[in-house]
């Protein structure tokens, strides 16, 4: 039970690899003063954040659960909402797609982001968790198959940590590739933030068109199953 579960939310939360904003936050931290610590410190934060929703999402839904466990009508509200979340990705994926080239991250952002404190950079790395609300849709998705599932409650809680620090895989590889290989690593790693850059619109909307695809088959199997 526990690693079919496991398998389907880690398969959920794979769009957690295309967090191009995120894997360009820590790739300008290494580049920095004091980068390692830095970026460890984003990562930290950003990882946490993660971690703590999962929980809450735990608690939380367990006692909806219980609470609606005899109003079996409302168990149409999950495909909804799924079908509406893929919906809502696709019809972003393609406006984005309609409107052409925008303009990149400004050079200002860059100034400050190079200027934060250990602290601060924390700080932001546990504020993106919620204020980014494509990767907080994808990541709640994740978590709903580990707390709709029947697993134990403590079970529940290590799997959300194994969740969320693989729905930030791709922000920790450019980490652990410096704290390995340090200076060596600075070119590659100079590389990839050159081609991310280059194809952050291009990522950004093949994540909103797949994942918004999936979503919206889930929830349509979700709710056919229910029939």
Not at 3 to 9: M, N, Q, S, Y
Not at 111 to 132: H, K, Q, Y
Not at 218 to 227: A, P, S, Y
């Amino acid at each position: 039970m526990l690693h079919t579960v496991l398998i389907e939310a880690l398969a959920i939360a794979s769009g957690g690899l295309m967090s191009v904003g995120s894997i360009l936050v820590v790739l300008l931290l290494l580049g920095s003063k004091g980068g390692l610590r830095k970026a460890s410190a984003y990562f930290a934060g950003y990882a946490g954040g993660y971690i703590l929703i999962g929980w809450t999402a735990v608690f939380v839904g367990e006692r909806l659960m219980a609470a609606s466990a005899s109003a079996p009508r409302l168990g149409w509200v999950v495909p909804a909402v799924s079908i509406g979340l893929g919906a809502l990705f696709i019809a972003v994926g393609l406006n984005k797609l309609w409107r052409g080239e925008q303009s990149s991250t400004p050079p200002k952002f860059f100034a400050a982001l190079d200027g934060m404190s250990t602290p601060r950079v924390f700080g932001l790395g546990a504020m993106i968790t919620v204020i980014n609300p494509k990767n907080l849709a994808i990541y709640l998705s994740a978590v709903s198959v580990v707390v709709s599932s029947n697993l134990l409650r403590t079970h529940k809680v290590v799997a959300i940590v194994g969740v969320a620090l693989f729905f930030c895989l791709a922000v920790l590889c450019p980490l652990l590739l410096f704290a390995v290989m340090s200076e060596r690593a600075v070119p590659w790693l100079e590389s990839l933030r050159r081609k991310l850059e280059d194809n952050s619109r291009r990522v950004a909307i093949t994540m909103l068109l797949v994942f918004g695809s999936i979503f919206a088959a889930r929830g349509l199997w979700l709710l056919l199953g229910k029939r």
